[in-house]
T-cell receptor, first 115, second 110 residues
Framework: DVKVTQSSRYLVKRTGEKVFLECVQD?????MFWYRQDPGLGLRLIYF???????EKGDIPEGYSVSREKKERFSLILESASTNQTSMYLC??????????????FGPGTRLTVL | KQEVTQIPAALSVPEGENLVLNCSFT??????LQWFRQDPGKGLTSLLL?????REQTSGRLNASLDKSSGRSTLYIAASQPGDSATYLC?????????FGKGTMLLVSP
């Protein structure tokens, strides 16, 4: 079974802090994704990566950056956390290819609160 | 830009009923469509993936259909159980990323 893990289930930070959210997958997947999920807005893609050291902006990249130094690990960075970044953050991974290889597998999520 | 709509937003049924969840999308140029389940406060669990060339996929009591030309998919749940209570999300894959609907919240009462 594919396993995607996220470093924290719950996180509370103060405005202006630098925040790191870590995601690790154990299936050698090429693609990794960061989403945020908010009531009424659904899931929105922040950034994704299709290879080590590669990154692409999603729909809402402002205020975030990412790092992928190793294939299995994809980090989301909030350079200066703000209250409007309070949200559920979800990481996912998938293979590259056709058919079922495109299936995305999600981690358990990190509930971030910025005070 | 792709838009994905799920109707209804919420559904409450008694245990044992068969039910259908609907998903529509505006751009038929998709690679696949994926149905997910999400329990409160948790991540997403993949249920079914239908490739653009397929018409349906089945897994246990779940059956998902895809009509790409009309921009529609349905998730059929047979003989619903209280353990099926969750939010169900559909997502369509374009060139590189998924676009999600906002989900249908299902409650199955004993």
């Amino acid at each position: 079974d594919v396993k995607v893990t996220q470093s924290s289930r719950y996180l509370v930070k103060r405005t202006g802090e630098k925040v790191f959210l870590e995601c690790v997958q154990d299936m050698d997947h090429e693609n990794m994704f960061w989403y945020r999920q908010d009531p009424g807005l659904g899931l929105r893609l922040i950034y994704f990566s299709y290879d080590v050291k590669m990154k692409e902006k999603g729909d809402i990249p402002e205020g975030y950056s990412v790092s992928r130094e190793k294939k299995e690990r994809f980090s989301l960075i909030l350079e200066s956390a703000s209250t409007n970044q309070t949200s559920m953050y979800l990481c996912a991974s998938s293979e590259t290819g056709t058919g079922r290889r495109n299936e995305q597998f999600f981690g358990p999520g990190t509930r971030l609160t910025v005070l | 830009k792709q838009e994905v709509t799920q109707i209804p937003a919420a559904l409450s049924v008694p245990e044992g009923e068969n039910l259908v969840l609907n998903c529509s999308f505006t751009d038929s140029a998709i690679y696949n469509l994926q149905w997910f389940r999400q329990d409160p406060g948790k991540g997403l669990t993949s249920l079914l993936l239908i490739q653009s060339s397929q018409r349906e996929q089945t897994s246990g009591r779940l059956n998902a259909s895809l009509d790409k030309s009309s921009g529609r998919s349905t998730l059929y749940i047979a003989a619903s159980q209280p353990g099926d209570s969750a939010t169900y999300l559909c997502a369509v894959k374009g060139y590189s990323t998924l676009t999600f609907g906002k989900g249908t919240m299902l409650l199955v009462s004993p």
